[in-house]
């Protein structure tokens, strides 16, 4: 399956993005300046952590003006699997290709530690491989990422399953005390309507190999690429 | 001509800077502060004369960019 990340000026998720890809799950990944206006034959569409624009404003509100959002866009309307990790989240926020907002952390503190996630539907390109019951250990790293939405999004985000990931203890409970961020139902990822955009402030890309302590972000790529793969085999058929 | 913008945070979402700002200036010995709300101010200089054409392309502006409405609110002016 051919990835495409982004890469907008201040991205530094981009290359984690590539080698998890690229050397650890053995998929062709290839970079997408934020100035390029097609995606070219990408299956799914990474957008990457870092700063990108420098946060000016508010984390994300630049990128999305960027020419390659237009075609990140145009390819989620068409059933396109878009996952945006932590300023891509942001971004994809920003863009409004996914609702909610991300604001300063609880504490004002940066948060660069790790902490585990629930996995709160199995019904999502992101998500179908996730073993049922598993809490995913996932380092975070940002300093705004307190998921906001107002009521009536937060329901609709409920009712029809959109939350993916929530933050947990180790031992899988929804406590105050394992939310770093302050996030609303702890809530650390979601995804549309439609399913096939989905954003998150944890890095899976830094958790894809036990020498990082901890390969748990491969099952969120391993759920894409079997979406992918399903996808490719029902197209054949 | 020129804009000024002020963005503050939407009261239903907590403002931890503002409540850290209130916090130390109770500690200098100020009273009486029920609530601080930290936000942005952009100063925007405008060639042109029509103010009200300006303060509408304005508005556009600060609703779909310089501010996010779902967590904040914003005040526009425009003066000579």
Same mark, same amino acid.
């Given at each position: 399956m051919n990835f495409a990340v982004l890469q907008f000026p $201040?991205?530094?998720c981009d290359q984690d993005a590539i080698h998890a890809l690229? /050397?650890? %799950?053995g998929h062709p990944a290839r970079y997408v300046w934020h100035k390029e206006t097609s995606l070219g034959d990408a299956d799914a569409v990474i957008v990457p952590g870092g700063f990108s624009y420098g946060d000016y404003l508010r984390c994300g509100a630049i990128a999305r003006f960027s020419p390659v959002m237009q075609a990140v866009k145009q390819f989620a309307d068409n059933g396109g699997l878009v996952l945006g990790i932590c300023n891509g989240f942001q971004v994809l926020t920003e863009a409004g290709l996914l609702p909610g907002a991300l604001v300063r952390n609880r504490d004002l503190q940066f948060h660069c530690e790790h902490i585990f996630l629930k996995t709160a539907t199995p019904d999502s390109p992101f998500t179908n491989k996730i073993p049922e019951g598993k809490w995913l250990k996932i380092p975070i790293a940002h300093g705004e990422g307190c998921y906001f939405a107002d009521e009536e999004t937060l329901a609709e985000l409920k009712a029809n399953n959109r939350i993916l990931w929530q933050y947990c203890s180790a031992t899988g409970e929804l406590t105050e005390g394992a939310?770093?961020?302050?996030s609303l139902l702890n809530i650390a990822g979601i995804c549309n309507e439609r399913r096939n955009v989905a954003g998150l402030m944890p890095h899976p890309e830094r958790a894809c190999?036990? %020498? %990082? $302590?901890?390969? /748990?972000?491969?099952w969120i790529f391993e759920s894409m690429i079997a979406t992918l793969q399903n996808r490719t085999v029902a197209k054949a058929a | 001509m020129k804009a000024k913008i002020v963005i503050t945070p939407k009261r239903a979402v907590v403002d931890p800077q503002g409540k850290t700002v209130r916090n130390a200036l109770e500690q200098m010995g100020h009273q009486g502060i029920k609530a601080v709300h930290v936000g942005k101010y952009l100063e925007i200089e405008l060639d042109g004369a029509d103010r009200e054409t300006a303060r509408k392309a304005l508005d556009e502006a600060c609703h779909k960019f310089l501010s996010n409405p779902v967590i904040e609110d914003y005040k526009l002016e425009v003066t000579d």
């Open positions: $201040a991205s530094n690229r /050397d650890v %799950l939310n770093p961020n302050g190999e036990r %020498l %990082l $302590a901890s390969d /748990d972000g491969r | -």
